[in-house]
């Protein structure tokens, strides 16, 4: 399953997407416009846009907490994320989601959840609704190294693969849960592995080339909607921002995600060896994104917070909570 040379260019454009939004928003938070805790995403671009570009808006997926990019990629306009994630009433939650509970029906966002696996649980539910309608869409469910030692992570995939349903596993396998290594906390580095015991095609793919993303990820979702049940892919990647401020990773390590195995970088020296756009292009391209993100935050900026009498609208369907 190989990739047209005319997409890479827009996987090009969705990588940077991913990058200048959380660039911004970082720039933005750190002068206290952005309420709450910040995760991005930056570092795994690859991931974000090799997922997003194989799934459709009738597919539901339940995005991890540096799935900022991602969001606006599956198609939620980017100034509704960005007010979302600025806290105001014109965010596509009325600023109520933020950063973990951003949800867009519209085109299959089910949302985030602070609770690390719990989506995990509620993917097979949404799965199983799927097949029960006869639909070839699948679940997909984002998820860090770190959920995996998680007993929904081991519940879900035991379900899904004992009842064949249609859900698509992205294991973004960036090394580290906050700053314990993937090999401090499991058995494996590997953690495909672990899937492949509960018995559901399990692959690992270098996360940072999003051709080798894109390909993986496709051949998953084919498999899915022909049928045959859950599919996990585990993408080794690297994120540049922990959970909290400093690094804490040695040296050299730092230097060859962000220098020798970047992800954008990589699919820029491929495009330009390839042939498939100059470097006039590329530049422009990524011009044109880092513009579209500073309107993005302007009218974030610019929009109204949300009434504190509507605190509770919205909370249950058809239920309006009385505020205290
Ligand atoms: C059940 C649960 N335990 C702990 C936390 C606190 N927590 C937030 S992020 C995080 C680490 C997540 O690591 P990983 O899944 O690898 O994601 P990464 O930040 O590396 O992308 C933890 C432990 C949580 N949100 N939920
Ligand atoms: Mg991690």
Known sequence: MSIPSSHLLDLYRDMWTVRSFEFGLEREFKKGNVPGMLHTGVGQEATQAAIAANLRTTDAFFPDHRCHGLLVLAGTPGERIMAELFGKATGVCSGKGGSLHSADPSVGNFGDNAVEGSMMVTALGVALGFRMQGRDDLAAVIVGDGTSGRGEWHESLNLAATWKLPVLYCCINNGYAISTAVGKSHATENLYEFAAAYKMPSVQVDGNDVVAAYEATAAAV?????????????????????????????????????????????LRDRILAGGVADAATLDHVKADVEAQVEEWIAFALNSPAPDPAKATADVYVGWEVEPR
Do not use: C, D, L
């Not at 993408?235 to 922990?242: C, E, I, L, N």
């Open 222 to 266: 084919a498999s899915i909607r022909a049928g045959n049940g859950p599919y996990f892919v585990e993408y080794k990647t690297w994120r540049w921002q922990g959970i909290f401020s400093g690094e804490f990773r040695p040296p050299e390590e730092v230097r060859y995600w962000k220098e020798e195995h970047e992800p954008i970088g990589m």
